[in-house]
Each structure stands twice: as structure tokens, then as C-alpha cells.
């Protein structure tokens, strides 16, 4: 049995436990409530670990790339630098992504993989993770070669799940989303993300254009109801900014999850998502990180602020997001998000034993007075102290240094992008 106490302890779905103690055995959590530990952590709180509604681990090190280019040239350069990669560079970018994400108190993500090296390298370093492979096109056929060779040279396990991610509904037909979804397996995509992307769906139009060769054909129709005879339960769907009344009350209805990510939204112009609309209407929202080839970074905290800034901002509305209901986004909503709530989200009895460790100590929010404000306004990736997968301490700020390493393959990946970038 393994015990962990701080000043305080954010179960998510009970009231903040002042002075809490969290014990487990065997990656399970057997209680949480008051007591304390041997092991206390002072000016502390005890989270649940992070759950990401999205990320790229493979672009870990794409940060800055295209910036203050529209939707369109930013995914051409993106694709162009992405291009020059080896597998074994794609690789070493995975794992900095993994550590740069447990660093942050993330214990799980959902990650779309262009390459497959963010399953092995969840794997090998203890983050949980679904991992949906990439395939795009429109066929099929070729569809499922493309799943079935980024499938090859990986294995589930305990703590890694595969998926399939149809990219996008301009660059995945519906035959291709429909392959995807009878796999019986999670799945992934973009969906309206710019107005981009329903300029081309709708007319053939905009900067997409000049990624014609490449793209699905037009459809007509936004890119909402592009996808309308396979929008479920079952296919996570990450962004949603360009999506109007009748699209999100579409969304709801069909039960369809969103992960959203205010940063990335806001840093390649597309928007602000109007979460508090698609809250309302009952859908499964998350918070996801994206990567930092659009928002810079994996840090969990820097996405809650923004999630509040852009909520309250876009509803004129202090009240439109608080400072728990930010935490609750980038824990339980989630893991609901994922269909992962029976497992991870919260702390409970019978969960997994994923939790972080942040300290207080110093913010400005410290002493507290709302635990729940300290943690999301006044937290960030230095400020993790512990960072504890299915049991396991998987990260530990006092021994950052030993990924050292890590970080220096993948930072040689991102230079050689620099100098041979076409
Ligand atoms: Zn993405």
C-alpha cells in the first residue's frame, strides 16, 4: 500500500479534502479523504493526473513553425518539415513529448499519430494514452493499408490502447470515416477547426486551395455536415470553433465528444470555440493541449488559463468558466470525453492510481483560499513535483535532469528541420 498526503487533496468529483490523504495498491486508488501520510507534501495539492483530449507527442518540437500564417500555409509548412523526418527521429520527438506531458502532470492523452512512435514512446515511459493512427484519403482500402502499416511494429499494453484517427472531413472521405468507425476501436478527427476548412468543403475555396492535390473533393457543405451520417459517440472529435447553433445541437444529439483547445485555436487565428454553448447543450467536452505546432507547449495549466480567459472573454461573463470547472475539463470531462471515466479522471476508490503532485508554495494564490483557483491560476510545469501513473511514479521534478538526454535527440530532429527546411 502506498500513501500520499498534502495540504490538500482535489478529488473532481467530491469538495477539495483539506489536509488529504491518498492511498492505493497495486495502480488502484483504495481511499481518498482526510489523513495524513509519512509522505506529506506541505503547500501542496494532490490532483488527479491530467487527462489530454488531444495532442500531437509527435510534434514536440514543431514549436513556432508557420507562426502568423493562416490555417492553410501553416499545415502546408507543417507537412514540408514533417516530411524530412526519419522514423527514428519521429521517435526520439515522441518521447520528449512524453516526458514534456508527465512534466506537466498529464497521466493520460489522446494522441493523434502521424507515424505510430507515439504509441512506443507512451510505452516506454508510462503515460496512458489512446493512440489513434493517422490515415487519410479516399479510399478504404487504402485507408487500412495505411492503418495496417503504422499498425506493424506496434503492441497494446496495459497502459497504451490503439485507435484510428481519419484526419479530417477535407482530407478523409466518408467511405474512410466509415472503415474507421467499423473497426469497434477508439476514433479520432479534426473537425471544424477554421473557416478555412468550410471555405474548401463548401466552394473549393480559400488557402486550403493550394493544397488541392492532396484534399478530398469539395462537398458542398460545411464541414459539420460533411460528417453528419457518421457523427456518434464513438468518434472524438477535436476543436469545434466553426460550429453554429444547429451544429452544436447536432453534435449533442448524436453525443458526439470535443476536445478543446483554446490555445492552438487562438494561435493559428481560427478562433475561439464557443465552449460555453457546447457545455450547455450537454455534450462531453475536454481540454486538450494540441501540440506545440500550433499551441507552444503540453503545459495542462496554461490551457485551463486559457480556456477561462477565452471563455469569459468570448461570453462577456465572469461566471462563464470557473476555476473549477477548468480543472474538471482537463480531468473528468475528459476522460468522459474519451469514454475513459471508469478508469481515470477523478480520485476515487477503485480508480487508477494516476495523480500529480503540485506545489503552491510561492504563487500567488498560496495561502489558499479556493484550492481548485491555486492549482489552475497559479500552476505550471515547474511547479509539478510528483507525477504518478497507474501506481507508478513516473516523473519527478528533483530529477529532471535525467531526460536531459531526451530532450537534446529530439531538439537535433527540430534543428535539422531548421537548416534543410525546403
Ligand atoms: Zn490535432
Wanted: proline share 6%; charged share 20%.
Amino acid at each position: 500500500m502506498t500513501e500520499l498526503s498534502a495540504d490538500w487533496v482535489l478529488p473532481v468529483d467530491a469538495p477539495p479534502v483539506e489536509g488529504g490523504l491518498v492511498r492505493f495498491e497495486d495502480g488502484a486508488i483504495v481511499s481518498v479523504g482526510p489523513g495524513r501520510a509519512e509522505r506529506h507534501f506541505a503547500n501542496a495539492a494532490i490532483v488527479p493526473g491530467f487527462v489530454n483530449a488531444h495532442s500531437h507527442l509527435e510534434y514536440a518540437v514543431y514549436a513556432g513553425f508557420g507562426d502568423g500564417t493562416s490555417f492553410g500555409p501553416w499545415i502546408e509548412t507543417h507537412m514540408q518539415r514533417k516530411g524530412i523526418l526519419e522514423r527514428d527521429e519521429m521517435h526520439a520527438i515522441a518521447r520528449c513529448g512524453v516526458v514534456d506531458s508527465l512534466a506537466s502532470g498529464i497521466t493520460t492523452t489522446a494522441d493523434y499519430s502521424f507515424s505510430g512512435a507515439a504509441a512506443t514512446a507512451c510505452a516506454e515511459l508510462g503515460l496512458r494514452a489512446t493512440v489513434y493512427l493517422e490515415v487519410f484519403g479516399g479510399s478504404a482500402e487504402d485507408a487500412q493499408r495505411q492503418f495496417e502499416e503504422k499498425l506493424e511494429t506496434l503492441e497494446e499494453n496495459v497502459l497504451v490502447r490503439l485507435g484510428v484517427s481519419p484526419h479530417a472531413p477535407y482530407s478523409c472521405s466518408l467511405e474512410v470515416y466509415a472503415w474507421c468507425l467499423s473497426l469497434g476501436i477508439p476514433v479520432g478527427t479534426h473537425l471544424a477547426e477554421s473557416a478555412n476548412e468550410n471555405d474548401w468543403l463548401e466552394h473549393g475555396a480559400g488557402p486550403l486551395s493550394a493544397l488541392a492535390t492532396v484534399l478530398q473533393p469539395p462537398t458542398g457543405l460545411r464541414a459539420v455536415a460533411s460528417l453528419e451520417p457518421v457523427l456518434g459517440p464513438d468518434l472524438l472529435c477535436a476543436h469545434c470553433v466553426e460550429v453554429n447553433e444547429v451544429e452544436i445541437a447536432l453534435l449533442a444529439e448524436r453525443d458526439v465528444p470535443v476536445a478543446h483547445c483554446p490555445r492552438s485555436n487562438a494561435l493559428l487565428g481560427c478562433g475561439v470555440a464557443p465552449l460555453t454553448a457546447l457545455r450547455e447543450s450537454g455534450i462531453r467536452v475536454g481540454l486538450g493541449t494540441d501540440s506545440p505546432a500550433s499551441a507552444p507547449s503540453f503545459d495542462v495549466f496554461e490551457e485551463m488559463r486559457a480556456a477561462v480567459y477565452t471563455a469569459r472573454g468570448r461570453e462577456r461573463r465572469a461566471d462563464a468558466l470557473s476555476a473549477t470547472d477548468a480543472l474538471r475539463l482537463a480531468t473528468a470531462g475528459a476522460a468522459q470525453a474519451l469514454q475513459m471515466d471508469d478508469l481515470v479522471g477523478t480520485l476515487a476508490t477503485g480508480k487508477r492510481a494516476d495523480l500529480a503532485v503540485v506545489s503552491l508554495a510561492g504563487s500567488p494564490y498560496h495561502p489558499v483560499e479556493d484550492p481548485a483557483a491555486a492549482v489552475v491560476f497559479g500552476g505550471s510545469p515547474d511547479r509539478v513535483l510528483e507525477v504518478i501513473v497507474d501506481g507508478k511514479t513516473r516523473y519527478q521534478r528533483e530529477e529532471e535532469v535525467k531526460w536531459q538526454e531526451v530532450r537534446s535527440i529530439a531538439s537535433a530532429a527540430r534543428s535539422r528541420m531548421l537548416v534543410q527546411q525546403p
